[in-house]
């Protein structure tokens, strides 16, 4: 998918703003500017539905999303989960008017998603982002600057802070043709920022970026929600929502399966302590109460359900064992994910 189309259409963006927030990274400073909102949501889907038609005939419809209502506030940083096919990328498709809605509306920055001065305020990168071959990263990068609205005068050393904060400051004159898929996706993200947009939609950008490659985008994400900015990026990779944002919604087979912070979704699995102790002899009085345990010399590490914990203990009293620390386990994004999209988990729900 080229962004060709998306880009475009952007209109000349704010010019000419004195001031500027430093977001500082390991490799360079890129300059932000201060955003004052000035509306509580970002992004509000009313009802969004996509069908396809699909069979010999296109007379069959194939729903890709289902009626989807769904709100992200201003400056905060959205994950949107969900497996392969879920309709991640379609959802992001209709935000940004590259295909169209069979039903419902959405308004980003508190305007219809459709009107022309939305696209010069937000930045996109797609999942599997297509660019020029026989373009530089300088080059490519002064071309979408340029059709985004991006000051002459300081165009050269934002490119030149951009490449150096995506880690790609040595490879001036190198051809895209020659980049690796991670550094593809690097290119992706500067050019998805370098106009400084309020909202940046983000489809997969982990995706084939080595451990180092990931914090630092990492990083970069953080230091652009330290900026103001809205963050709206899709994943599969449930580590790098846990780390980064502040909600999450889960999606499945075009389905919206619940919302909410991550701390919260993360103690609402909660069920299980971990009991260390000293003095091994007091497992066999704990028979039918500790499902898992590991020994170690005289000390024992044990795992036990929240509601065993005050019989666990007092059974320990009673066998002079010496308490260690009693640490509650917190259920994990995976797990609240795995319950909204599984079979099981849609029965409990």
């Known amino acids: ?8 259409k952007l209109s000349l963006a704010n010019q000419g703003s004195d001031r500027s927030r430093i977001a500082k990274g390991k490799n360079a400073a890129v300059r932000f500017t201060p955003i004052t909102h000035s509306c509580m949501h970002a992004i ?8 396809y038609a699909v069979g010999f005939w296109k007379k069959q419809l194939q729903p890709a999303l289902r009626s989807l209502n769904l709100t992200v506030e201003a400056g905060e940083t959205f994950g949107f989960l969900g497996p ?7 959802t992001l498709k209709l935000l940004l008017g590259i295909t169209f809605p069979t039903a419902g509306s959405a308004k980003i920055l508190g305007k219809d998603f459709r009107d022309p001065e939305v696209k010069s305020r937000i930045g996109f990168l797609p999942e599997q982002p297509y660019f020029y071959d026989y373009l530089s ?23 030149q802070e951009l490449l ?9 004159n190198k051809h895209l043709r020659k980049f690796s898929k991670g550094m593809l996706q690097r290119v992706g993200i500067a050019q998805a920022i ?23 985008v990492r990083e970069l994400i953080q230091g652009l929600k330290d900026a103001g900015r809205t963050i709206f990026f899709s994943t ?7 780390a980064l ?11 919206l399966r619940g919302v909410g912070v991550v701390n919260d979704l993360r103690s609402s699995s909660a069920d299980k302590v971990e009991v260390i102790w000293q003095g091994a002899k007091a497992l066999p009085a704990l028979a039918g109460h500790v499902p898992e345990s590991h020994v170690t010399g005289d000390t024992v590490r044990a795992t036990i359900s929240a509601e065993d914990l005050d019989l666990v203990l007092e059974k320990l009293r009673q066998e002079r064992a010496r308490l260690t620390s009693v640490t509650p386990l917190r259920g994990t994004l995976e797990e609240y994910f795995l319950a909204k999209t599984s079979g099981t988990g849609e029965e409990r729900a």
């Open 164 to 172: 150096q904060r995506v880690g790609l400051g040595d490879v001036r």
């Open 44 to 51: 509000e889907i009313q009802g969004f539905s996509k069908n």
């Open 236 to 242: 599969h990779i449930l580590s790098d929502a846990e």
């Open 245 to 255: 944002c502040d909600r999450v919604a889960v999606i499945h087979k075009g389905e």
């Open 194 to 216: 370098v106009h400084d947009p309020e909202v940046i939609f983000l489809d997969e950008p982990m995706s084939g970026l080595d451990p180092l490659g990931r914090h630092e």
């Open 84 to 90: 392969n096919g879920a309709g991640k990328t379609t």
């Open 1 to 8: 998918m080229s962004l060709f189309f998306l880009a475009s």
């Open 137 to 159: 990263a300088p080059e490519l990068l002064d071309y979408y600057a340029q059709l985004s609205g991006v000051p002459a005068a300081g165009r050269a050393q934002r490119i």
